[in-house]
């Protein structure tokens, strides 16, 4: 058996949840088993489960036995300090976090359907096959291939419109606001688009609206909110956005930055976090009324003026803080705001 296969049957829920407990016997209850993370760091993010009478937020760690957890080493990883369920096939130990109390552990052995247990091992049993679904594919004949990439273009659809529903009904009805949560998401990409989202999430928009007028204070907060002021860095420009990002916070009673911070592993330099954040900090800073311009253009070339902000005179010459480079423009390209238009087309 492989950990992906726990993967899918957590993430799909395919398992009995009829009186579920953990394994020290407190009842469980699952909201919402979180988005799957496919980058280093636990495997599903902002997982929503209730323990006892607790309910809990944070992410799901999922091994085969709860001893993975030590040969991995992650009780001495802080990306992990923020696991509140491990997910394993066999509980064969219990496991600690810093502060010496116990990861609430969930057992699957016993709870999954012995029929998808054998299709998974059939799928990935030994042959000559091409890919492992190979001898299934004279069962499906082209109304059902047709029917199935349909029924995903809506699920698709569907996916994104309760999205937006969803941000409209926390934004309280404004669409400013909303545009301001999906455009966060969409400029994080696949990799720190839930990271981005969290971020836009816990900023007030009308923060956003009166540091509008000043990119430099809409960089500070937004890179601040993200954690990536949190080091000590020996650069004039990151101290300055440091101090400043002190101050707002204080100002604007901004809270801690998130939990789950953006990140750089595996990226092309154009899409770290950081150039996306002064990006998106620069496009606001231009107007906080984004939404308004929007639906006002008339044509595509309208909406790549809106987004073409350049960014401060810092990032011209450096990816992150501790590295410079020869100077080189980033503005956004029009290959990345046509990915902007088609991902927040309900909205535009």
């Known amino acids: 058996m492989r950990e992906e296969f726990l993967h899918y049957i957590w993430q799909f829920q395919k398992f009995d949840k009829t009186e579920l407990k953990t394994a020290a016997g407190e ?37 085969l036995k709860s001893s993975d957890w030590y040969a991995h080493h992650h009780e001495t990883d802080s990306a992990y300090d923020n696991v509140i369920l491990h997910v394993v096939w066999d509980h064969d130990t219990d496991i600690f976090r810093k502060d010496e109390s116990i990861i609430p552990s969930l057992e699957l052995k016993g709870k999954i359907d012995p029929e998808i247990q054998q299709n998974y091992l059939d799928l990935f049993s030994k042959g000559n096959e091409w890919i492992n679904c190979e001898k299934y594919f004279p069962n499906f004949d082209n109304f059902d291939i047709e029917s199935w990439l349909t029924r995903l273009y809506f699920e698709r659809l569907e996916e994104k419109t309760k999205l937006i529903f969803d941000l409209l009904k926390q934004s309280k009805n404004d669409w400013e606001a909303t545009l301001f949560k999906l455009l966060a998401k969409n400029f994080g990409l696949n990799k720190n688009g839930d990271s981005f989202l ?20 809409l960089e500070a907060v937004l890179l601040g909110k993200a954690g990536l002021l949190d080091e000590d860095v020996e650069e004039n420009y990151f101290k300055s956005l440091k101090n400043e990002y002190e101050f707002m916070q204080k100002k604007f009673s901004l809270g801690l930055p998130i939990e789950t911070k953006p990140v750089f592993f595996r990226l092309r330099p154009d899409n770290f976090p950081t150039i996306r954040l002064a990006q998106l900090a620069a496009v606001f800073s231009r107007s906080a009324s984004v939404f308004s311009v929007v639906i006002k253009a008339k044509s595509k070339n309208e909406i790549y003026d809106i987004f073409s902000a350049e960014v401060s005179e810092f990032w011209t010459t450096h990816y992150n803080f501790r590295s410079n480079h020869k100077p080189k423009p980033k503005r956004l390209s029009k290959s990345f705001i046509d990915l902007l238009i088609i991902n927040s087309s309900f909205l535009f």
């Open 27 to 63: 009842l469980l209850h699952i909201y919402h088993p979180g988005t799957h993370n496919l980058d280093s760091g636990p495997d599903f993010f902002t997982s929503k489960i209730k323990i006892g009478d607790q309910l809990w937020a944070g992410n799901v760690e999922i091994h």
């Open 198 to 217: 969290s971020l836009a999430n816990s900023i007030d928009y009308e923060v956003i609206r009166k540091l509008s007028n000043d990119r430099f204070q």
